[in-house]
């Protein structure tokens, strides 16, 4: 059924639908023939529309398909790009979760650059694999593992956006690290001439890492905020013990206050000390501090290499030596768990006193 009429000088063409209602819609235009010409374009339409429905309500399973024309391929519909997660997204989506660090930060833009990808869901395991074994193939594996988990900690903090249902970095296994290497302890003479030496941010981590007695990574999170020079102490959550929120607390020796007092006025407030100088990733310290200690003569011996790792054990003997033991020890070295209000109820006097002691004997 189609019929026209005409409601203010415009003609209108009333029909009935597949469902059987009564429907109008305007034609746009003033005059008759016009509008009978419309008319019937539209029946043609109409009655083509009717055909297929019924077509479809008989087969709904069977495509419609026109004599002489190919069945259309089948394939699945592909996901609107404009939902998938860009691997350049996913940094700031897993800050909105967890506090990461800098050295996170490094290894993810590596990662998203140079991947290939550009869709967390286009990551395979395999593709992870390779890459990890592409950069960080060599070596005794600390690094792939290093490496693999700071990625598959960012993977995991964006999952539900980025429509997967585990990392791509999660079946893959840690290496199995073998060749466990021994760091000899530098003499006196050996560590001043690698501080007269050194370029300005390895200075900087050296005389944190013989002081505080801490490890490479720790010393490169030390913020001017975390020294508190009317106590005399210093406390910080080492990364390694982090997760089990492990603090250590450190007497500022004379010899650390008098190196930092004269820099800390222009270190900007928040970031980590040696990044005053210009940025070196952690790994370029420790490269840099061997090749000073070849370049100086300062070598391995049986008892292990001469590394920056080296200054962590000269400090802790250091401490040894001066009479520091039991649970003073292990709150400066963070050896044995403990949380930091423990720390402050317990050490901070005592730490207070052999920071105070040092200051007697070396004024």
């Known amino acids: 059924m189609c019929a026209l009429r005409k409601l203010k000088n415009t003609w209108y063409v009333y029909f009935r639908d597949m469902t059987g209602r009564l429907r109008t819609r305007s034609l746009k235009v003033h005059t008759r023939t016009e509008a009978e010409r419309l008319h019937d374009l539209f029946m043609e339409g109409l009655r083509a529309s009717k055909a297929e429905t019924a077509i479809r309500r008989a087969f709904p399973c069977a495509p419609l398909v026109v004599p002489g024309e190919a069945l259309p391929p089948v394939s699945a519909p592909a996901a609107p790009q404009s939902r998938r997660l860009r691997l350049s997204d996913m940094w700031d989506l897993a800050l909105t979760r967890r506090k990461l660090s800098y050295t996170h930060l490094i290894r993810w833009r590596a990662f998203a650059a140079e991947i290939g990808e550009r869709y967390a869901d286009a990551v395979t395991p395999e593709k992870a694999l390779r890459y990890l074994e592409t950069h960080y193939g060599t070596g005794n594996g600390k690094s792939f593992n290093n490496v693999k988990s700071a990625l598959n900690t960012v993977f995991r903090l964006c999952l539900v956006e980025a ?11 840690n290496r199995v690290v073998q060749v466990v290497e021994k760091h000899r302890n530098l003499t006196l003479a050996e560590f001043s001439r690698l501080v007269d030496a050194a370029p300005p941010q390895l200075r900087m981590m050296l005389m944190l890492s013989r002081w505080t007695a801490q490890r490479l990574e720790t010393c490169a999170r030390m913020t001017p905020e975390q020294f508190d020079f009317s106590r005399l102490v210093f406390t910080i959550e080492p990364g390694k013990t982090a997760r089990y929120s492990t603090w250590v607390c450190v007497p500022i020796m004379p010899e650390l206050e008098a190196y930092l007092r004269p820099l800390l006025p222009s270190c900007r407030p928040g970031l980590p000390l040696h990044r005053n100088f210009g ?21 391995d011996t049986p008892a292990g290499k001469a590394s920056f790792h080296s200054v962590r054990g000269t400090a802790i003997t250091w401490y040894k030596e001066h009479g520091i033991k039991g649970d003073d020890l292990r709150s400066i070295t963070g050896h044995k768990s403990d949380d930091v209000e423990a720390i402050y109820a317990r050490d901070i006097a005592s730490l207070e006193r052999i920071a105070r002691a040092a200051r007697e004997v070396h004024p």
């Not at 429509?163 to 296994?173: K, M, T």
């Open 163 to 173: 429509g997967l249902s585990a990392s791509p970095f999660a079946p893959i296994p």
């Open 279 to 299: 940025y070196w990733p952690n790994r370029k310290i420790s490269e840099e501090c061997r090749k000073l200690c070849k370049s100086l003569g300062i070598l």
